[in-house]
């Protein structure tokens, strides 16, 4: 879309483009310039020569066991974060849609999550999890006689960051399945339910399928904030461990490079971690023009 | 509501209450906490009804006098650099994107495509994926430990900037022809017509960039080295570095406490904006 009618100036418009440009040059162009040009080099240990590997570091990169091992971690973590988030979601959105008493107040405690800083709730759950003074711990001990570690079990750990991440995460999905559900037209469910179809029914047939749009924007998102978002949930909680079964790629970009001085390793990181953004952000721009038609 | 269903309306009720339940539970876990004294949590299990001292915990935050294993900074410093970076950034994003959008849509110049998509990559670029570098760059201007730092690198916004221009392509072309034959140049045209159209845009971005600028962790743990310019986000992290004992959870619930109440007034009050930015910018 194009306006038709414009003012006519050469000097203005850039004027008024100058500050967002001059941002975007010194605080992203530069410094992922430097990153992808960095992936390819390697420095010695007093940054005094730098030397010119081609595509080595990817190659270490990719045959380093534990980078892969945090791959998997990041697959299963972003997997389960999108799966249960949208689910847990779709349903509060599905029962929200029928009530009709309380709604406001139902729908103001659900956004928020919305508010509350990663690394808060990361803090919250540190607290309420610890095995040695949480609530939760002791109530699992206690009520199923469960004995909560997620300093030693991994599988403890991934639940922690898993729930954490998902709970911060319900009032976004819901939000959007809520507005996606009344966006449909009441004449199509009145319809369904005058040839017979009950509730149930009615949501497989129509309101899931007319929601898929929805959904799939909704996986792409989660998949970015699980991807990117929840830095600060396993910084304050498991810190990547035990071991690194925690440790999703964004951690280890972190740990590696800023915090283990390893430019050139870090920098392929940061190059791979680029290429997930861009799949992902494409990905989504394709679904919102077809959205559009529909 | 098609057909009357006695028990659906009631289990919906229950599924609903379930969740409420669910969102608040760790909310009320941390406003409990922070009104006991730091033995009191150490009893397991922590009492489950609130203690009597409420003021005592936030005084001691705010003034920064715990005597945890971890940090101890005060508290109120945190809130004031957490409240005008959030501020600095939400405005500043604001404003660059207005003024961008309005570029892109009422000018015609040479690159305007190229411009158009260097805002769109950037939306790519997160700070995740340019740690080091963009550290690099921002301790050579010597912008370490400072509001600039912790806010400048920030205020680029793609979304804000569609979000704009989506906008203003709906502004009818009428009101630009009217305010030229009235003789309004351009600059005139965007003070008195285009921004006061574009006032629910403003407050619904408003909500969503102030959440995202006061909830950064990422980034000021990185832009500062010292506890005075940390962020409340930033310091309750540094202080339960003590260990499940070491750290007097009062305190540091306390300070959740405080560091999620500004988003979430702003969330709640500005709810029905934050609802119709969120679908709008799909951010």
């Known amino acids: 879309m194009e306006k038709r009618v414009r003012f006519d100036s050469q000097v203005l418009p850039w004027m008024l483009v100058a500050p967002q440009l001059a941002i975007c040059a010194v605080f992203f162009f530069w410094p992922a310039a430097q990153a992808l040009l960095q992936s390819m080099q390697v420095q010695d240990s007093f940054g005094l020569s730098t030397e010119w590997v081609g595509l080595d570091n990817f190659k270490t990169l990719f045959n380093d066991s534990a980078y892969l091992e945090s791959f998997q971690v990041t697959a299963v973590f972003s997997l389960l974060v999108a799966v249960l988030g949208i689910s847990l979601s779709l349903m509060l959105a599905i029962f929200a849609d029928r009530v009709v008493r309380g709604a406001l107040f139902y729908k103001t405690m659900l956004i928020i999550p919305y508010a509350v800083a990663p690394v808060v709730t990361g803090v919250l759950w540190v607290f309420m999890f610890s095995p040695s003074i949480g609530v939760v711990a002791f109530g699992l001990d206690r009520f199923f006689g469960f004995q909560w570690n997620h300093l030693l079990d991994s599988t403890h750990a991934m639940t922690m960051i898993v729930t954490a991440a998902v709970w911060k995460q319900i009032s976004y999905n819901f939000l959007f399945f809520l507005a996606g559900l009344q966006s449909i037209p009441k004449s199509l469910i009145e319809a369904a339910a005058i040839d017979g179809a009950r509730p149930w029914r009615r949501f497989w047939t129509i309101q899931f399928p007319l929601l898929s749009p929805t959904t799939f924007f909704l996986l792409v998102i989660n998949m970015v904030y699980a991807f990117f978002d929840t830095f600060a949930i396993i910084d304050a909680t498991t810190h990547g461990g035990p071991g690194r079964d925690t440790a999703i790629l964004v951690y280890k970009v972190y740990q590696d490079g800023f915090k283990g001085g390893d430019l050139g390793g870090s920098a392929a990181q940061s190059t791979v971690l680029m290429l997930i953004v861009i799949t992902l952000t494409v990905l989504q721009f394709k679904f919102v023009e077809k959205k559009v038609n529909y | ?283």
Do not use: C
Request: without cysteine; hydrophobic residues 55%; proline residues 6%.
């Open chain 2, 1 to 283: 509501m098609v057909e009357r269903r006695t028990t659906l309306g009631i289990f919906a009720h229950a599924v609903m209450i379930l969740g409420v339940l669910i969102v608040a539970f760790p909310l009320y876990i941390a406003f409990i906490a922070s009104t006991h004294t730091s033995q009191a949590i150490l009893q397991v299990p922590m009492p489950m009804s609130p203690g009597g001292h409420f003021w005592e915990n936030y005084i001691a935050a705010l003034n920064g006098h715990g005597g945890g294993a971890g940090s101890n900074a005060p508290v109120a410093r945190m809130m004031w650099v957490s409240l005008v970076t959030a501020l600095v950034i939400t405005f500043g994003k604001i404003a660059i994107s207005l003024l961008s959008a309005f570029a892109l849509v009422y000018f015609r110049f040479p690159f305007r495509g190229l411009v158009f998509w260097a805002i769109f990559v950037t939306l790519m670029l997160p700070v995740e994926v340019r740690i080091s570098p963009t550290y690099k760059v921002v301790s050579d201007l010597g912008m370490l430990n400072t509001y600039a730092g912790l806010t400048v690198p920030l205020i680029a916004s793609a979304t804000a900037t569609f979000l704009f221009r989506q906008f203003f392509l709906t502004v009818p072309d009428e009101l630009v022809e009217a305010a030229r034959i009235d003789g309004a140049g351009p600059m005139r045209f965007f003070k008195d017509i285009l921004l006061p159209l574009s006032k629910t845009s403003v407050a619904a971005l408003f909500v969503i960039q102030f959440i995202y600028g006061w909830n950064q962790y990422l980034w000021p743990l990185i832009a500062t080295t010292g506890e005075q310019m940390y962020p409340v986000v930033v310091g309750i992290r540094m202080m339960i570095a003590g260990g499940d004992s070491g750290n007097e959870w009062n305190i540091v619930m306390a300070t959740a406490i405080m560091a999620m109440l500004p988003p979430a007034i702003v969330v709640v009050l500005m709810q029905r904006w934050f609802v119709k930015g969120l679908v709008d910018t799909e951010k």
